[in-house]
């Protein structure tokens, strides 16, 4: 009897405790309702760590790369990240970052390895400190120096010519009311040129003052006029077969931007006519400078073409401007669509969208719900499991980076990858030598003349005709 007794009453110290332990559990449920997350380890720490990648020696890292390939950088754990030299010469690079990102870094890098087997040209409105120290062999042209070093038409048809220039005065058509003065530039180019006997700008000048019909025409030809770097004797295709091209310009000056855009228009003309075989691949820092309908089309075409571009701009904002032959927004759009590869530094808008094209990842999402008790009526704590899916790299990831740290994004398959840009040396105190042809060739006479022209302009527009 005593015995039956002291199990009865376990049994009812058992049944109390139990009680009052969920009990307790409710009414801490109820002031504060737990919630767990579980990402497989893909934690935000985690997945931030990431960004955390150590240096490595250049010289170390490109003996890891394989011949024809290109290293972009360097991952965690001191992997390289590799691409195919094939690959490389069949994609568009856009590199994203604001000033001292490492935009410049990354430029310097694959464009020592792809010289090995790539015509590298450089357009640069800045005077890059070390880009222009990265090769010795520069074909170095400066627009600022009163030296005669090239000439923009040399070799050119006459439909290149004008071609040219009513690509880089933005005279194509945009589709819009404003394009009936587009027609009458585009008319009075034709007519100048075809009147021309060559093709200096000296001769193209001379003649376009014979012709009033498009007064914006002539400003802009009196103003590269003004400009004695384009008064050489070396043709832009016997440059590319001497070596590298270094094309220096101010991007605050309107004429040198022209000018900018009329060397890239022959350039692409050179190459779509096969006159030139070597793949060339073109770096255009601060690429919103040579925008036109042009250049932005050639993004797509020139790929087939066995041109390249790496495009450097600081974020798609400074594609927020009124173009004169293109849309804004066809601009951002275009750039977007025709670069394989993103290489994204440190940003501080877009980085919702720039997060997105790092694909998805998933997990399971573990989390403790609520659920009504069966028996009593109370509630009780349950699990539920759903799988959920989040970007490889979230926006916080392009808020952090630190300098010279990227995110790589790939059209691809290939998933995206954080990188840190590896700095070549570069001997700063090398010397720049600018062109300079001796002697400006004056293709009327057929005579050599030793005479530098310099040309003061006054850039009151209405003083100018």
């Not at 919630?35 to 150590?54: T, Y």
């Not at 792809?114 to 990265?134: F, G, S």
């Not at 990227?406 to 998933?415: N, T």
Request: contains cysteine; hydrophobic residues 40%; proline residues 2%.
């Amino acid at each position: 009897m005593q015995s039956s007794f002291s199990v009865v009453s376990l049994i009812i110290i058992g049944l109390v405790l139990y009680w009052c332990y969920k009990i307790i559990k409710w009414i801490k449920r109820k002031i504060s309702p737990p919630q767990e997350v579980k990402r497989k380890g893909l934690s935000d720490i985690a997945s931030m760590d990431e960004l955390n990648i150590k240096d490595i020696a250049f010289d170390k890292l490109t003996n890891m790369a394989k011949d024809h390939e290109i290293i972009l950088g360097v991952k965690r754990g001191g992997k390289p990240s590799v691409i195919s030299l094939e690959q490389f010469n069949k994609s568009n690079i856009q590199v994203v970052g604001f000033p001292g990102a490492g935009k410049g870094v990354f430029a310097q890098s694959v464009l020592l390895q792809a010289q090995k087997h790539n015509r590298i040209v450089i357009a640069d409105p800045k005077k890059d400190e070390y880009l222009t120290k990265l090769f010795s062999d520069y074909q170095f042209i400066d627009l600022s120096s009163d030296n005669f070093q090239i000439d923009l038409f040399g070799g050119a048809s006459k439909t290149d010519v004008i071609n040219a220039l009513i690509e880089s005065f933005s005279l194509k058509r945009k589709g819009a009311d404003s394009d009936i003065y587009k027609l009458e530039g585009q008319e009075a180019i034709t007519d100048i040129v075809n009147a021309c006997n060559d093709y200096s700008i000296d001769s193209i000048y001379a003649e376009a003052l014979n012709h009033i019909k498009a007064r914006e025409v002539n400003i802009n030809l009196k103003l590269m006029n003004s400009v004695n770097a384009i008064r050489g004797s070396k043709s832009i295709l016997e440059l590319l077969e001497q070596g590298n091209i270094y094309f220096l310009y101010d991007e605050a000056n309107e004429t040198h931007k022209i000018i900018a855009q009329l060397f890239t228009s022959r350039l692409m003309q050179i190459k779509k006519q096969n006159q030139y075989k070597k793949h060339i691949t073109l770096l255009g820092d601060e690429f919103v400078h040579l925008v036109n309908k042009t250049t932005v089309n050639a993004t797509g075409m020139m790929r087939s073409k066995g041109m390249n571009f790496v495009l450097m701009y600081q974020s798609l904002g400074d594609f927020n401007t009124q173009f004169s032959d293109v849309d804004s927004k066809e601009v951002r759009s275009r750039v977007m669509d025709n670069s394989q590869i993103s290489v994204v530094y440190n940003q501080k808008t877009e980085v919702g969208m720039w997060s997105e094209m790092t694909g998805l990842q998933t997990y399971d999402d573990v989390s403790l719900g609520d659920q009504k008790g069966i028996i009593s009526g109370y509630n009780s704590a349950s699990k539920s499991t759903s799988i959920k899916q989040v970007s490889l790299f979230e926006p916080n990831h392009f808020l952090s980076l630190p300098p010279r740290v990227a995110i790589v994004i790939f059209k691809s398959d290939r998933l995206a990858e954080a990188i840190k840009t590896i700095a070549p040396k570069v001997d700063l105190n090398a010397d720049i030598r600018v062109l300079n042809s001796s002697e400006l060739i004056s293709k009327k006479t057929g005579e050599a003349t030793e005479e530098k022209k310099k040309y003061k302009v006054n850039n009151d527009i209405d003083s100018v005709l």
